[in-house]
């Protein structure tokens, strides 16, 4: 009895350091290809990648060759990701410009004129949740990338919190243990993100 015990044991830890590993091994992954573009083309390539392995696994393709399935993706939506990536880097900038420029008035000009801006903040937040999700789940263009993330941005609320909050607390304990973020990273948002967007495709079917 005793054997049997120490054996599930032995097996679920076995599990377990397995699943951290390739969680290791795709965060530095998604680095050493993010290095390799120059950051600037290689980020965006990467997290499709990445959140494309983390979908074949999730769908049970634990046994997939990693890096080969990293790099053929990152190799075939290379340009396709970094489209998509140039809306959404533009979006930002404009929205760090802005924030920038009403910080930097008077305090009764803030109130009034960060209500907006701040309201555009948290809807291209909900749908940035949604994006690269949609972007490994779906065969679709850039521009209906974006639409079907928005549809699902609208119709799955309950969705968009409970990702908020998995992915917050993420961020608070890598901020209080930065090992954590520097081992596993991107690894852990994608795995967050696509475990809860799938609930939100099941409502597309």
Known sequence: MG????????????????????FAYLHLLWVLFTLAGAVILGIYPSTTAAFAIMRKWLHGESDLPVFKTFWINFRRDFWKSNH???????????ILVD??????????SFSWMSVPLLAGMLFFSFLLLYIFPVFVQFDQSVLMTIRTAFLLM??????????????????VIAWFFPAIGF???????????????????????
């Open 84 to 94: 998509l990536g140039l809306y959404i880097t533009i979006i930002l900038f404009v």
């Open 99 to 108: 924030l920038f420029y009403i910080t930097s008035m008077a305090e009764s």
């Open 3 to 22: 054997g049997m015990v120490l054996r599930e044991l032995g097996s679920s830890l076995y599990i377990w350091l397995e699943w951290i590993t390739r």
């Open 183 to 205: 081992i596993f990273g991107i690894s852990l948002y994608a795995f967050v993100s696509v475990w809860v967007a799938g609930y939100s495709f099941k409502r597309l079917s």
């Open 154 to 171: 609208l119709i799955s609320p309950i969705q968009i919190f409970v990702l908020m909050i998995c992915l917050l607390a993420i961020t």
